[in-house]
């Protein structure tokens, strides 16, 4: 069973970044995902790689964030740059064992609790 566990979110001034990291375990084929959810909003995908290191990033982040992986320690990571206000959200990683990219919320089935990033500005 596949269990992903969230850490590095916290405060930021609008134009800060942060790195967020994703503890992942017991998986083999899979695609890796990063989703957020800001208050009184729908979740959303935010970026994905799959185990052949192939990468997704939706556009509303695209050329700020950047999704990566390091195999050998099993870890997820979402690097955040250029932070604005909007994205402000509670960050979700999220497991899903297949191998084509792929930001549908339904198709995750292992998730983590969720890291709060707060962007101030």
């Known amino acids: 069973q596949v269990q992903v566990v969230e850490s590095g979110g916290g405060s930021v001034q609008a134009g800060g970044s942060l790195r967020l990291s994703c503890a992942a375990s017991g998986y083999t084929d899979y695609t890796m995902g990063w989703f957020r959810q800001a208050p009184g909003k729908q979740r959303e995908g935010v970026a994905t790689?799959?185990?052949?290191?192939?990468?997704y990033v939706a556009a509303s982040v695209k050329g700020r964030f950047t999704i990566s992986q390091d195999n050998a320690k099993n870890t997820l990571y979402l690097q955040m740059n250029s932070l604005k206000p909007e994205d402000t959200a509670m960050y979700y990683c999220?497991?899903?064992?297949?191998?084509?990219?792929?930001?549908?919320?339904?198709?995750?089935?292992?998730w983590g609790q969720g890291t709060q990033v707060t962007v101030s500005s």
């Open positions: 790689i799959n185990k052949y290191g192939t990468t």
């Open positions: 999220a497991a899903r064992v297949e191998v084509t990219l792929s930001l549908r919320i339904d198709e995750y089935t292992e």
